[in-house]
């Protein structure tokens, strides 16, 4: 196929994908909207109490930087870096299921929200797990523990953040796929820390299918999820304060929206972690919340999310210099991007 032509196909596939992007972020948003109607999170009791120092976004800056990630993830498709994935509205029969199961499931966070309890599933699960992790983030039920709770991440991820979930998190694939574009993937070994229920996995795995991958994360549950999503990848119950790889064994190091969820003392230990495990010139593609400095014009939404969210651990995060903490452990800053609410580094051991 002439360069023409091949540029010509992805072009194509683009502005399919912009297309179908349209219709999930449409979906997602109906989903929100019904889910706040249902639980009516306005009544007074409903809101905790919140006092914001930042100005408000300037009118009509949020839906741009929301339309924002979805015209980076397209360009990037369009540009080959990766295929075109889980855009489009899920079909009727997916579409009812996750619906219902959404909506049911959104009543009993807002109660959970109301009584300000988000160590709930603390008593369910063995004291073994690390304390921090042993919580209802986002009030969510079952914490990170239960199946039900894995199947529905990715729907509560893309209703909260109006669709924009995966094009969020691609801006850190996005790093990884233009620093290994003229690379032989065959061969390379990608670990996903903290993999969750699989969805960058399967980012990586469509991107990278020549390479060896790998997930790690703490909840069995999750794990089961993340191999239905990616039945490649060698999956491993494991703390990412203690990777289960040899030293300098690994080409690249995947970590998505972890690092806020972390102990102000856990941090420094898993970014020695992915340090160890990187061989020298291996990279980090990582992509957690953005902090006020990278966009003050958000700073309000950033305020509010720790305090309608159980994210005990947000606040300390926002004011976390990244390029210092993983430069302490030995890796450098190369390349950075950002999509809305999230941003994304890429790290390189020397």
């Keep these: 196929m002439s360069e023409r032509r091949w540029r010509g196909a992805f072009a194509g596939e683009a502005r399919a994908y912009a297309l179908a992007a349209a219709a999930k972020a449409a979906w997602w948003n109906a989903a929100g909207a019904a889910a706040k109607a249902l639980t009516?999170?306005?009544?007074?009791?409903?809101?905790?109490?919140?006092?914001?120092?930042?100005?408000?976004p300037p009118a009509g800056f949020t839906r741009r930087a929301w339309r924002e990630a979805f015209v980076k993830d397209a360009a990037d498709v369009a540009a080959g870096l990766y295929p075109a994935r889980d855009a489009g509205a899920p079909g009727p029969v997916r579409a009812a299921r996750e619906a219902a199961d959404f909506l049911a499931d959104a009543i009993k966070v807002e109660a959970r929200r109301r009584r300000r309890d988000g160590v709930e599933v603390r008593d369910e699960v063995p004291a073994s797990y690390p304390a921090y992790y042993r919580q209802n983030f986002h009030y969510q039920s079952g914490g990170w523990f239960t199946a039900e709770s894995a199947a529905r991440y990715e729907a509560q991820?893309?209703?909260?953040f109006g669709g924009t979930g995966g094009a969020m998190r691609r801006r850190a694939l996005s790093l990884l796929a233009k620093a290994w574009r003229a690379r032989d993937h065959r061969g390379l070994a990608v670990l996903d820390v903290a993999c969750g229920s699989g969805g960058f996995l399967a980012d990586l795995a469509a991107t990278f299918p020549r390479a060896r991958l790998?997930?790690?994360d703490l909840s069995p549950a999750y794990l089961e999820a993340a191999a239905r999503a990616a039945p490649a990848?060698?999956?491993?119950?494991?703390?990412?304060e203690a990777l289960p790889f040899a030293d300098a064994t690994l080409d690249a190091v995947t970590c998505v929206y972890l690092f806020h969820e972390l102990p102000p003392k856990v941090r420094p230990k898993v970014a020695a972690e992915i340090a160890r495990v990187l061989k020298p010139g291996g990279v980090l593609a990582f992509a957690d919340s953005i902090q006020p400095q990278d966009e003050p014009r958000l700073g309000r939404l950033l305020e509010a999310f720790p305090a309608y969210f159980h994210e005990p651990f947000y606040e300390s995060y926002v004011t976390t210099d990244l390029a210092a903490l993983f430069g302490a452990a030995g890796l450098a800053?190369?390349?950075?991007d950002r999509a809305f609410l999230t941003k994304a580094m890429l790290f390189e051991k020397a």
């Design 40 to 56: 009516k999170p306005t009544a007074e009791d409903a809101r905790p109490e919140f006092t914001p120092q930042s100005d408000p």
């Design 157 to 160: 991820v893309e209703a909260l």
């Design 214 to 216: 790998h997930g790690v």
């Design 233 to 240: 990848a060698r999956l491993a119950q494991a703390n990412a």
């Design 333 to 336: 800053v190369r390349e950075e």
